[in-house]
């Protein structure tokens, strides 16, 4: 099973380009899988590392080691966390390993624009701000428990909680750590919209914090702004939210809800979701919602 849906990847991976079809038909292929012929995440993180010309053969720098022993073991953590909580059907709607994975997928493809952008070799080994941006792509919503926030960073604060172990245990170094946790604590979406202003004028580098910041928070919601799996996903969230907030729950399936999302949360400013067309997608959602 493994097997079949890393080929699927791989295929789609060398036989088109890094655009926004390839990018909805991973997703896809994600979603065919899931729940019941979920391969886990490492497969998907393995494909993309590939996109990312990663040789596990190759020397790394220790501070790179530490980064890609420390995702490894995240990973496996939320696949033993995720499996045990789907058995009690208690897994969250929205926040689960599928989610972990769409956000993972977008990353690699936006990772491999700005690459292409900067005039930087495609098969050139991850340098230390992407290795940066994948752990803490993997590790955002680390133990999620599927609530809503009742003041900034509340959940967020609990992931970091959680992942500091992991980052002391691969001996990730103290700066990288200083600078994950501060990000991780700003993926609340109540962020977004001042990070986005903090960009404004400035060369868009993500080894600048504010910039991996906005690629991050991008990348959190890009399956949830693209039409079929923006779709599926916020009947998902719905779901989500129904027991611990009904009437936010219900708000967010009709036509109304769409257009606040897409207008307020789904915003995109980096040169790689310009490149893959994400703006211009969402403005042609808007114009299709507002003329039925």
């Given at each position: 099973?493994?097997?079949?849906?890393t080929a699927?990847?791989?295929?789609?991976?060398?036989?088109?380009?890094?655009?926004?079809?390839?990018?909805?038909?991973?997703?896809?292929?994600?979603?065919?899988?899931?729940?019941?012929?979920?391969?886990?995440?490492?497969?998907?993180?393995?494909?993309?590392?590939?996109?990312?010309?990663?040789?596990?053969?190759s020397k790394m720098?220790?501070?790179?080691?530490?980064?890609?022993?420390?995702?490894?073991?995240?990973?496996?953590?939320?696949?033993?966390?995720?499996?045990?909580?789907?058995?009690?059907?208690?897994?969250?709607?929205?926040?689960?390993?599928?989610?972990?994975?769409?956000?993972?997928?977008?990353?690699?493809?936006?990772?491999?624009?700005?690459?292409?952008?900067?005039?930087?070799?495609?098969?050139?080994?991850?340098?230390?701000?992407?290795?940066?941006?994948?752990?803490?792509?993997?590790?955002?919503?680390?133990?999620?428990?599927?609530?809503?926030?009742?003041?900034?960073?509340?959940?967020?604060?609990?992931?970091?909680?959680?992942?500091?172990?992991?980052?002391?245990?691969?001996?990730?170094?103290?700066?990288?750590?200083?600078?994950?946790?501060?990000?991780?604590?700003?993926?609340?979406?109540?962020?977004?919209?001042?990070?986005?202003?903090?960009?404004?004028?400035?060369?868009?580098?993500?080894?600048?914090?504010?910039?991996?910041?906005?690629?991050?928070?991008?990348?959190?919601?890009?399956?949830?702004?693209?039409?079929?799996?923006?779709?599926?996903?916020?009947?998902?969230?719905?779901?989500?939210?129904?027991?611990?907030?009904?009437?936010?729950?219900?708000?967010?399936?009709?036509?109304?809800?769409?257009?606040?999302?897409?207008?307020?949360?789904?915003?995109?400013?980096?040169?790689?979701?310009?490149?893959?067309?994400?703006?211009?997608?969402?403005?042609?959602?808007?114009?299709?919602?507002?003329?039925?």
């Amino acid at each position: 099973m493994q097997t079949r849906l890393t080929a699927k990847l791989r295929n789609s991976d060398f036989n088109a380009p890094m655009d926004l079809t390839y990018l909805e038909t991973t997703l896809q292929n994600l979603r065919d899988k899931w729940p019941h012929e979920w391969p886990g995440l490492a497969v998907v993180l393995n494909s993309s590392l590939q996109k990312l010309g990663f040789d596990a053969n190759s020397k790394m720098p220790a501070r790179n080691r530490a980064l890609y022993d420390c995702m490894l073991s995240v990973i496996h953590a939320i696949e033993k966390d995720g499996a045990l909580r789907a058995k009690k059907n208690q897994e969250p709607r929205y926040h689960n390993r599928l989610h972990f994975a769409d956000t993972v997928v977008a990353l690699t493809v936006m990772l491999v624009k700005l690459r292409k952008q900067s005039g930087r070799a495609l098969n050139a080994q991850p340098d230390h701000a992407e290795w940066l941006a994948l752990l803490i792509m993997v590790s955002h919503d680390f133990l999620h428990n599927g609530h809503i926030n009742q003041f900034r960073s509340e959940i967020e604060g609990m992931t970091v909680k959680a992942l500091v172990p992991h980052m002391k245990k691969h001996k990730v170094s103290a700066k990288d750590q200083a600078l994950i946790s501060s990000i991780i604590l700003k993926t609340d979406p109540a962020f977004v919209a001042e990070s986005h202003q903090l960009i404004q004028g400035i060369p868009f580098d993500i080894s600048d914090p504010r910039c991996l910041l906005v690629l991050i928070q991008e990348c959190d919601i890009l399956a949830s702004s693209l039409p079929d799996t923006g779709k599926s996903l916020t009947q998902q969230l719905s779901e989500e939210w129904a027991d611990i907030a009904p009437d936010r729950s219900l708000a967010l399936l009709p036509p109304a809800g769409r257009i606040f999302f897409l207008k307020r949360m789904a915003l995109f400013s980096s040169p790689s979701s310009r490149a893959l067309g994400i703006q211009k997608n969402i403005s042609r959602q808007l114009a299709e919602i507002e003329l039925a």
